[in-house]
């Protein structure tokens, strides 16, 4: 499975963007898919995670402002992001772990200015 990941930028802080990830084939809606980010310096950290369609988790630090969903008719998984902040900066990794296996996208970078 390939994950082409798109949707990043710069945006000034209280701002908005959206990520989208499109699988290359089929993922059943049950088969679990996010998005991670890595910070420069910093660990790849968990951002938002769906499965089946309902059954969402995000980070801490994310909560409230982030939201992951998909349009399983295109394969692809979005996150909707808003109130953005400086820390946020980061590249963001789409994610999918069908048939027990983990696959990451190229990742996009998202630039946050103060």
């Known amino acids: 499975v390939q994950l082409q990941a798109s949707g990043g930028g710069l945006v000034q802080a209280g701002g908005s963007l959206r990520l989208s990830c499109t699988a290359s084939r089929t993922i059943h809606s049950s088969v679990v898919m996010g998005w991670y980010r890595q910070a420069p310096g910093k660990e790849r950290e968990l951002v938002a995670t769906?499965?089946?369609?309902?059954?969402?988790n995000y980070g801490d630090s994310v909560s409230g402002r982030f939201t992951i969903f998909r349009d399983n008719a295109k394969n692809t998984v979005y996150l909707q992001m808003n109130s953005l902040k400086p820390e946020d900066t980061a590249v963001y990794y789409c994610?999918?772990?069908?048939?027990?296996?983990?696959?990451w996208g190229q990742g996009t970078l998202v630039t946050v200015s103060s």
């Open positions: 994610y999918a772990k069908p048939d027990g296996v983990a696959y």
């Open positions: 769906l499965r089946s369609g309902r059954d969402a």
